[in-house]
């Protein structure tokens, strides 16, 4: 399960997303603040902040006040992060165009180096003496990246990675050669010779990469 799925499931808490949104946006808010900004209790919002308290998403501090105590102020962690994610596909697409209009191939060279990146990023972690190891561990990997992926492996159909979500599915659509800087990748990292297929149905696509020793 990604972290951010982790965090939304969370989240189906009534209130929770709205303080947290609240404070996002203000850099830090008393229970005070939040309750007559929610139109909530006090106590009321006190158990929610520190339920999300208890499990990291949100941190105190004390800020000095003109006249009498310090104020306790909350504000969120690092832990939810990926509820606010900093660039977005649009964001790529129009830097990998910029590019392409200062180089003719601008573009693919850019893409070519993030995969460059994100192979020896990756080394680190799918590490193995059999080729199912690290294919099991590059899964895990990219599961945490939010590519849903799953390690299989059956004596009909051999050795394979099945993914059920494409993060840069718009750039794949508007730069095909991404899809060979994928396999070269996955090979780089499996030691392995892998084909890679899509398949879809309504609105289920499946990314299914299939290894075979060299």
Partial sequence: MTPHLKILR?????????????????????????????????????????????????????????????????????????????????????????????????????????????????????TGDSVQERAERLAAARTAAGHYSRCEWSEAEGLRIEEYHQPLQPLFEKY???ERMEVQMFERLLGARVERSVSSTAALTRYRFDISPR
């Fill in 10 to 126: 969370r989240l189906s808490k009534p209130h929770w997303f709205d303080i947290m949104e609240l404070i996002k946006c203000s850099g830090g808010l008393s229970v005070g603040e939040l309750a007559e900004s929610l139109g909530m209790s006090y106590m009321g919002v006190k158990k929610h902040c520190l339920a999300m308290h208890k499990l990291g998403w949100l941190d105190t501090w004390r800020s000095p006040k003109a006249v009498g105590r310090p104020e306790k102020l909350y504000r969120l962690t690092e832990k939810v992060a990926p509820l606010f994610p900093p660039i977005g596909n649009e964001v790529c697409l129009a830097i990998l165009e910029a590019a392409a209009q200062l180089e003719s191939n601008g573009a693919e060279k850019l893409l070519l180096a993030f995969f460059r990146g994100q192979t020896e990023k990756l080394a680190a972690s799918v």
């Fill in 176 to 178: 095909p050669t991404l």
